[in-house]
């Protein structure tokens, strides 16, 4: 983990141990943030101004709660990594997924140690064998952050063999693996009319209240991919995007990995 893991230990400083307990204006007093104003924005999803030690953060008040704590984290880490520049931050810039620059890739890895913290967020999980929607429902809603953002934390966290891939009309979009999953699999730019995700992305399917089987030559298009199953759990996050939870249930997918190192 790069040095933002800073955050974590900015909240531990704190004596913070539970996730009700993260509230980010106190945090950002602590900080040197003296006020975080909440208006409409134009060009840019959030903003922080800083003179000497002391400084003003701005936030698009139309975004969702979840977002603007999320974008309140990034300004932080932007006063944490980045004191003296002036940064204006566009939507696109501030995400829970890379690609993005150097320096705002820092400040979202920020955010998400400041918002949900691996040494309260995995304990937790740990009550859940499986990654399941309603899972991280439940936990994102006590972290008061994104189900995105929170099954990226667990994914990444190696919470469980299991991938978490977004798409959009157009396309895959972005995906994560958790460090168990080799990188032999690879997902597909396109969704099979055969999955539940296709469905529901192009379609008026609702979303599934559990996870299902399905052939993995749905996501994966290895040739092996023919002779295995895995599990399959989407969600909407806007009207044009969706996020699938691929949960790896074969050993013999995960033993792969050891194929791979030869």
């Known amino acids: ?25 106190s945090i950002a007093w602590h900080m040197g ?23 003003i953060i701005s936030i698009d008040r139309r ?40 320096v705002e890739q820092s400040a979202n890895r920020f955010a998400a140690d400041l918002l ?12 859940f064998p499986q990654l399941t929607l309603k899972a991280l429902r439940e936990l994102a809603g ?15 966290g190696g919470h469980s063999p299991t991938l978490l891939v977004c798409h959009g009309l157009n396309g895959r979009r972005w995906f994560v693996r958790s ?16 999955s539940y995700a296709f469905g529901l992305l192009h379609g008026n399917d609702a979303e599934q209240a559990s996870p299902r089987k399905i052939d993995a030559s749905a996501f994966f298009d290895r040739h092996e991919a ?9 969600f909407r996050v806007s009207n044009d995007e969706i996020v699938t939870i691929l949960t790896l249930t074969d050993d013999e997918m995960l033993e792969e990995r050891e194929i791979d190192r030869r």
């Open 63 to 102: 975004s969702m709660p979840q977002r603007q704590r999320f974008s309140i984290g990034h300004e932080l880490g932007h006063w944490h990594f980045h004191r003296g520049r002036t940064l204006l931050c566009r939507r696109e810039d501030i995400r829970e997924t890379s690609g993005v620059n150097a």
């Open 179 to 194: 460090p168990d999953v080799p990188t032999r699999w690879f997902p597909r730019e396109d969704l099979d009319s055969e």
């Open 226 to 234: 023919d002779i295995y199953e895995i599990r399959e759990q989407s």
């Open 142 to 156: 006590r972290f008061r952050a994104s189900v995105s953002a929170t099954a990226i934390r667990l994914v990444e």
């Open 116 to 127: 949900l913290p691996g040494y309260l967020l995995l304990p937790l999980a740990r009550h």
């Open 1 to 25: 983990m790069t040095d933002s893991s800073s955050a974590e230990r900015l909240l531990q400083s704190l004596g913070v141990s539970e996730p009700e307990e993260i509230d980010l204006e």
């Open 33 to 55: 943030v003296v006020r975080i104003k909440y208006r409409e924005l134009d060009g840019c999803e959030a903003r922080i101004v800083g003179l000497g030690n002391k400084a």
